[in-house]
């Protein structure tokens, strides 16, 4: 949460607000409003975002949840502080597309690592939060909307270029934090076909901390009785045990496949 928070903030005042790239969200509605009024965009990013979690906890209570606090505020605070420590009166370069890709990159991989805490950046996911408790929409497809228009409002801010930037900016990244947090989130699915099913039992419930299902089988083949282990680990643990595999029984018949999402003990709760 902390390095997703540190990215955004880091992606906002550097790349976004000196181009004028409103992808949406609170620091697209400062960038805006820091445009056409005496207070900076990091005023507006803080006083916001303040605002928006007052009414969250009217509205949605204590399921606004602590974590999206302390995103808010940290993510806040970084841009107030970035505009005391290091002013900036124009863009890094001269190369607009370049910055872009940058404001994308950064961006995307933040908001999927806050995401993946299963905590979120607050500003205009409490509008979609909230536009969910009352309406038949889903929370991405609220909080879509919401950004869309915050987009929009850059063809008027900042001219067709700065416009065009922007909502690009915001579907390139909707995109990209689909594919981080999909990578964040996979699995590895072991098949494995061995004649030492106790050994690799053992490690997988004793160094991996996961369980397994074994199934005897028969070679179609040989006619030869398998055990046959069926597990999931987190993609950290897989060469781990893909290696003890290999040790205890070089003969062993291993398929691996890669898992969007596991639902149960020990990864995600339904």
């Known amino acids: ?40 965009m990091g005023v507006w990013v803080t006083g916001l975002n303040i605002i928006l979690l007052i009414v969250g906890f009217i509205v949605l209570g204590k399921s606004l949840g602590i974590k999206t606090v302390y995103c808010t505020l940290l993510y806040s605070g970084l841009v107030d502080l970035l505009e005391v420590l290091v002013p900036l009166d124009k863009p890094l370069t001269d190369q607009p597309v370049l910055e872009l890709c940058w404001a994308i ?3 995307g991989i933040g908001q ?19 536009l969910k408790k009352y309406t038949s929409t889903n929370v991405g497809r609220a909080l879509l909307y919401v950004d869309i228009v915050i987009s929009a409002a850059a063809f008027f801010a900042f001219g067709i270029k700065s416009g ?31 004649d030492k099913p106790e050994e690799i039992s053992a490690y997988i419930l ?17 006619h030869a009785e398998k055990a046959v282990l069926h597990t999931v680990c987190k993609r950290s643990e897989a060469k781990h045990l893909q290696r003890f595999i290999k040790s205890v029984d070089p003969q062993a ?11 149960g003990a020990g990864f995600k709760e339904n």
Not at 5 to 33: H, Q, R
Not at 112 to 130: P, R, W
Not at 165 to 184: A, R, Y
Not at 213 to 219: H, N, S, W
């Open 1 to 40: 949460m902390t390095v997703g928070s540190v990215l955004m903030a880091l992606s906002l005042y550097f790349f976004k607000e000196p181009n004028g790239f409103v992808t949406g969200g609170v620091g697209g509605l400062g960038i805006i409003l820091g445009q056409f009024t005496t207070a900076s």
């Open 105 to 107: 990159l950064i961006t």
């Open 253 to 263: 018949f291993t398929i691996i496949t890669t898992s969007s999402e596991i639902i």
């Open 206 to 222: 004793n160094k991996l901390d996961h369980s397994a299902t074994l199934i005897k089988g028969e070679g179609v083949y040989s």
């Open 164 to 194: 065009l930037f922007s909502v690009l900016g915001l579907f390139c990244m909707t995109f990209l934090i689909d594919s981080v947090l999909d990578m964040l989130s996979s699995c590895k699915y072991f098949v494995i076909v061995t």
């Open 112 to 130: 999927a690592m806050i995401f993946h805490a299963d905590a979120s950046s607050g500003g205009t996911d409490v509008l979609a939060l909230i």
